[in-house]
């Protein structure tokens, strides 16, 4: 059986929240991550945010966004975003 071509483009057509950071440690360790960077108080706080890439919004989600990455994805060579943008200081 012959494999057809592999795919061009792809498009996201929904969503809805962050997906997990990469290297997380599946669903358990997930839930472990969330409750370390909404506790400024815990040990490992600071350190977890850092390896997060500073920030992360669990609730997050921008189509626009995931498409451009999507589209980025199929092209050689193109830098990958790793972490999800920091939020934009709000303008006035």
């Keep these: ?44 706080h600071r350190s977890t945010l850092r390896w997060a890439g500073g920030h992360f919004d669990p609730e997050w989600f921008d189509l ?8 980025n994805a199929f092209r050689a060579n193109a830098r990958r975003r790793l972490h999800q943008p920091k939020p934009k200081a709000p303008k006035g």
């Design 1 to 44: 059986m012959a494999l057809g071509p592999a795919p061009r483009d792809a498009l996201c057509l929904d969503g809805a929240r962050a997906r997990p950071p990469a290297d997380v440690g599946g669903p358990w360790a997930y839930g472990d991550f969330l409750d370390i960077i909404r506790d400024p108080q815990h040990d490992e």
């Design 64 to 71: 626009d966004l995931i498409n451009k990455d999507l589209r």
